[in-house]
């Protein structure tokens, strides 16, 4: 997974004002863990819920760590990052075969950690800013605090890197 970032800029007389990098976001939660988009794939921090039917031994709850993996008993260590978690369901089925005849295995996103905004410049507060649901432009400048007093909110653009290249959107 290739986050995708997005810049805004605002401008005071003419200077780069505000900039925030942004990544695609998932919809609102349910009972069952989160509902994602038809494109996630799991990343770095995210907390998924990993259930093997009839065997509570194997099950856990995991984050995925920096370097991609999670953790399971008796499978060790498997590669998540990258992953949809229909791909991880898929590769974890495999694995468990070592030790299940039949193994049946169902992945549950339970947070998404690993989509981010960072938001620069004349805001009042610049950071960065996890993103559980769909946000506007205007939304994200308000998490930020709103822009300082005097920034012209006329010349605002989203960077967004796509795939191998950056596209600039224009915000009035």
């Known amino acids: 997974w290739s986050p995708a970032f997005a810049a805004a800029q605002a401008s005071e007389n ?46 856990a709850e995991v984050v995925v760590r920096p370097d991609g993996k999670i953790s399971l008993p008796l499978i060790n260590e498997v590669q998540a990052l990258g992953q949809t978690p229909e791909e991880l369901r898929a590769t974890l089925a495999a694995e ?15 947070q998404i950690h690993s989509r981010k905004v960072f938001i620069t410049g004349q805001v009042e507060k610049p950071g960065t800013y996890p993103i559980n649901h769909s ?4 939304q994200l400048i308000a998490l930020a605090g709103g822009l300082r007093e005097f920034v012209h909110g006329k010349n605002i653009s989203v960077l967004r890197q796509e795939s191998d290249r950056q596209v600039v959107y224009r915000f009035n």
Not at 22 to 37: H, N, R
Not at 135 to 138: D, K
Request: zero cysteines; hydrophobic letters at 50%; charged letters at 25%.
């Open 14 to 59: 003419g200077k780069p004002a505000v900039s925030a990098a942004a990544a695609s976001v998932p919809p609102a939660a349910t009972e069952k863990g989160i509902e994602v988009p038809g494109d996630y794939k799991i990343g770095a921090d995210d907390v998924l819920n990993v259930v093997f039917w009839r065997e509570p031994d194997m099950s």
């Open 96 to 110: 468990a075969k070592r030790f299940i005849a039949d193994p049946s295995v169902s992945i549950v996103v339970r």
């Open 135 to 138: 946000l506007t432009v205007l």
